[in-house]
Each structure stands twice: as C-alpha cells, then as structure tokens.
C-alpha cells in the first residue's frame, strides 16, 4: 500500500481498477510473464522488431525517392538504432532471465537509454522515443491508448493528461483520474470538475510503483490517493465516500429552492460548461443560465478546425436546452497551439502573455468570423450573449466589435435570422481593464471577472508552476480591491456583472462576494448547491461587515482565516 | 586471436557534432572490423559498433576522443575511424538538418 498526496481538483471519491499509462501514453497490461511463456514471447519481440524494422526502411526508401537522400537518412539511422545489438540483447535478457514482458522491456531499456541520452543532451532523443512508439504500437497492436476504446470502469493513472486526452475519457467508464504533474488550472483538472469524476494531479513521480489492475482509491476532495489499500484503509475511503453521497443527497433538496438571502436579496447562480453534455447537470442544479460557455474545447482534440456548423450544432444545443435562461458565449480563449491548423506560435517563452485568446482571433479574422457567426446564428434560438477573453485595451475591444459588427451585417444581407442587439461583455482578467473600468463600462453590456487569470496577471504568478503556485491565492487583498473596484463600477452605469473564476465556486468568498456587490455568480453546476446554502444562510448586511473588514486586511493568509471564520458561523458544516 | 592493440587521438571536426547521423556512419564502418573498438572520453568507455553507446558520449564540436581497438585488423581499424573523423564525417556535403 502507498499513499500519495496531490492538488485535489476535482471532487469525488472513487476505488477501482487502475488503468496505467507509461510516460508516452501507452498502456502496458502486463509487466511480468510466466517462465514457461518466454520462448513464445521472445518471438513475438523479435517479430515486432522485424516488421518496424521494414517499416522503417519503406519510410527511408519512400522519403529518399521522394525528397532525397539526407530526408530518408533520418531513418536510417532510427534503424541502426533498432539494430543496434546492444539494445537487442538488453531486450531479450530482460525478458528471457528476468520475465519481463517483451512491452515492459521496451520500456525499462529505453527509459534507460533515453536517461543517459538527456544527460548529454542528445538532439536524438526523440528519435529514441520515437523508436519506442513504433515497437509499442506494433506489440500492442494499437496507436496509444485510445480513450475512447476504454469498456470497464477504470481510474487512470498517467505521467500527465493533455487536453485532447481528457476531452475524450468517457465518464461512463472513467471514474477518476491521477497524474504525476499538472496544476489546478489545467484543462484535465477543468475537464475532471466538468465531468464530475474524481481529480488529483500534481502527486509527483508513483507510476513506477503501479500496475494496470491494482485497486487505487482517489479523495478527490483532499488530494490523498491510495496505491493497492489495504482492508482498513478501504473502509475508510468507503466510509468518506458514503458521507459525501448522504452530503449530496441534501444538498439535492436545494435544487428547486431559490438563492435568495434571508433579507430578500435575489443571487442568480449560472453555471460554467466545455460541453454541450454538461448542459444537463445543470439544469439538474437548478442553474439561472450559463454564465461561461468555454467555446475552446470545439478545438480540443479536434483534427481538423471546427467550421461553422460544427460551431452552430454545438451552440444551438446548448441554447435550445436552456430553454430561454440566458446562455454566455466566450470567444476562442487558448493558444495557436491548440488549434490543429495554425501555424504553432515561435517557442512562446511566456503562452500567459503571448498570442491567444482575443488576440488570436483578431489575427485569424477568418477563423474569428466563423465563431461569430454561428453564435449570432444561435441568438436567434434563445437568449445568447457574447464574450471576448483576456481584452487589455479599448482599441481590442473596439476591433472586435467592429468585426462583429461587419459579420451582423454579412447576415443580415444573407437573410439570416439573428439577434440585432446581442449583449457584448468583455472577461476582467487583465489588471488594465481595472484601471480603465470607467472607459470599458461605456462599450460592454456586461461583465465577467475572471479571477483565474485576474489572479495570475495581478500578482505575476504562473499558477501552473509548482514552484511559485503558493504564491497564487484567490485572498490576496490587491485582487479583492479589484474586484471592489471593477464592482462599483459597474454598479455606476448600472452594468450587470458576474465572478466566473474558481473564487465564486469556494464558499469561503461568498460573504465577501456579496459584501462587495456581486449578485451574479458562475460556477461549476456541482458547486452551486453549496453555494445557493450560503446565500439562503446570511443576510446582505452581514455580508457587507464581512467585506468592510477583509478589505482592511493585509495578507491573504489573515483574509482566508478571517472569512472562514465568519462563514462559520452561519453555515457551521461548511465544505470547500 | 592476435592481441594486436592499437590507438588514435581523435577530434570531432564536423561542427555539427556527433549526433546521429555521424554516428551511424561510424558504427556502420566499425561493424565491418573484426577488432573491438571503442571510443573513450575521459571515463567512458562506448563500444564503437552502437549507435546507442555512442549517442550516450555527447560529443560535441572540437571535443576530443581516445580510439583503442584490440584484434586482428585493429591498426587498419583505427586508421579507417581516425580518417573519418578527420573528413568531418562528410557533413558539410550532407548538410543534414538534424
């Protein structure tokens, strides 16, 4: 038995079957063979190096043919790799003395190799790993592991997930997920809460001490994950997980009840989505609307570009389901490296602050205008509003609402249905915005606050960084006086404006959020229940002594000690 | 067998270093010597028929290498690598990009 301890980011229990990727993503079922097996085994290895040994040598033949001799010659020499007769004896020893599979050998050798290539720092290092993809695959029998192929419960344990891998896991069959590295803000931890499975990344390096088929048990509230339990530990986790279902079970009864504060104060709780499935949890939550539609993950783990109907498919779904409560669409929010057909962005030493988000699509016009289009398209069918991310600066904003501007009128000449006065609102992530709140209340609809990144830009912390992410705190009083900030302000126009960041989901900042001003908040469908409790527990006046006072604090750790307290006091049994 | 012994200092001239495709070229010419041949920095010891012993010295432009061969052919196996080395591994006319 081994425990672990991660960033939990995602909340659940779960105990299962592993199932373990090595560090390129493969799954390798079996690490030890039977004696009586290692002839037929060792064949099976000798084959596999056959048949990417011909592999490789069509690839130079073809490449040579076709692009000439220095094109092929990088196979060549991944063939001399393969050849190499050190390697080979590595292999078969592995597996003829120490009963290794011929998948697990490949595996231990190249781990191996590779160290000492890194150490020099081999430019051919990949042309190592590579070799080790071909051999994997070819043992295997398939490209790696497709998660979508997955037909049994299983949790998955991995070095990391990309975000093409989380979008595709089936909450069907994956009821969990670990990874050795990876941060809060990461979209395996967004697409985990999205799915409402169980979450802990960042645990540091266990993958050597697991196997595909251990039992594994995941605290996905409190980052613990326990390698092969034993009997009392399980019970344990049983136990834990039994109180969460009873916890649930009574928050449930909230679902028709209103967030209305004892005093009379109507909260409107709309929820965060990446998929059009997700619409269903909720409404299931009793969700005013959704208040952040992440448009980003159409492009995740897509092969080709969405075009605008895969956009409209996707949007009308969602609109039609909500059933008239409003829906709020952001624009693409990531990176060049996200989209399959741009061209990747020159070694990005700083993705924050590089060419993403708004930026990006005011580059790619074209790929802008689809978005747009589609989700003018979609105003027609309900109550849409749209949103630009990560705005710095009036001209952006202005750029994009020409653009708009243009694309409303390309419909209107095209005889297509739309909403003539589309609410347009602007994410409040970068700290300029705040300064200039007066200006860009004049030019939006509404506004979000996006804490994540507000959080981020304001305090200069990379909340991906393990090194630096303690630095990274929703308390911190400089971002509360944003926040203040950018709320009377836009309580002067009057500007309806919402908290999307993880900040509005946590109860410990409700009071405070509502001390300030904030009547709108946007959260995870799962943490709207909790949330709604707060809200029915305290009344505006009590909020606003709280804001008063944690606005006099001056570091975050007296700020988060001083709200929990405070919290306590009206909903005793807390959880965050 | 003769225990012929025989050695060459070497330098890598190429200034690309000694990735891969060199490599392969180096293994592929000290496979066809009977003598066992291996490449030394300092400590390390690679055996001059892998590709992967070799790739793990690094080798970069203007490094320096020992090369110690013991058998038969080994004088005209040194000899061989040592002109090798000497012509830059052919790299200016491959110009490979890797």
Known sequence: MRELRGIPVSPGVAVGEALVLNVEGFSIPRRVIPPEAVPAELE??????????????????????????????IFEAHLMILQDSGLRNDLRELVRQKFYSP???????????????????????????DIEKRLLRTLLGRPREDFSQIGRPVLVLAHNLTPSDAASLNPDFVKGFVTEVGGPGSHAAIIAAALEIPAVVGTGPYLGEVTSGDTVAIDGYRGIVVLRPDAQALARFEQEAAKRRS???????????????????????????????????????????????????LYLGAQREPDEEDHFRAYSKVVQSMAGKPVTIRTFDLGADKVPHLPDPEEERNPCLGLRSIRLSLRYVPMFRRQLRAILRASALGDVRVMFPLVATLPELRHAKMILGEVMEDLAEEGI??????????????????????????EVDFLSIGTNDLIQYTLAVDRNNKD???????????VLKLIEKTVQAAE???VPISLCGRMSASPTYTMLLLGLGLRQFSVPPSAIPEIKRVCRSVTIAQCEAVARRALTLETARDVTRYLRGELRKYVPDFVD | MSEAKATRRVTVANHTGLHIRPISLLAKLASQFRARIEVVKDRQRANAKSVLELLSLGGQPGEEF?????????????????????????????????
């Open chain 1, 468 to 478: 630096v992410v303690s630095l990274y705190n929703d308390s911190d009083p400089a």
């Open chain 1, 44 to 73: 099976r290895l000798e084959r596999a190096m056959v048949e990417v040994s011909d592999e490789l040598a069509r690839h130079r033949d073809a490449m040579n043919r076709d692009l000439g001799p220095k094109y092929g010659a």
């Open chain 1, 247 to 297: 916890r649930a079970a009574q928050l449930e009864s909230l679902r028709d009840l209103p967030a209305v504060t004892p005093d009379g104060t109507r909260i409107q709780l709309f929820g965060n989505i990446e998929f059009p499935e997700e619409v269903q949890h909720c409404v299931d939550r009793g969700a005013d609307g959704i208040g952040l539609y992440r448009t980003e993950f």
């Open chain 1, 103 to 129: 998948e697990y050998a490949v595996d231990r050798v190249v781990r191996r190799y590779a160290e000492l290539l890194h150490k020099v720092r081999s430019r051919n290092l990949a042309d190592l790993l």
């Open chain 1, 492 to 494: 002067r126009r009057p």
């Open chain 1, 417 to 442: 249905d739309f909403n003539r006065r589309l609410p347009v609102g602007i994410m409040v992530e970068v700290p300029s915005v705040v300064v200039m709140i007066d200006r860009f209340i004049q």
């Open chain 2, 66 to 98: 020992l090369l110690e061969a013991e058998g038969e052919d080994a004088e005209a196996a040194v000899e061989a690598l040592a002109r090798l080395f000497a012509q830059g591994f052919h790299e200016d006319e491959a110009q490979t990009a890797h």
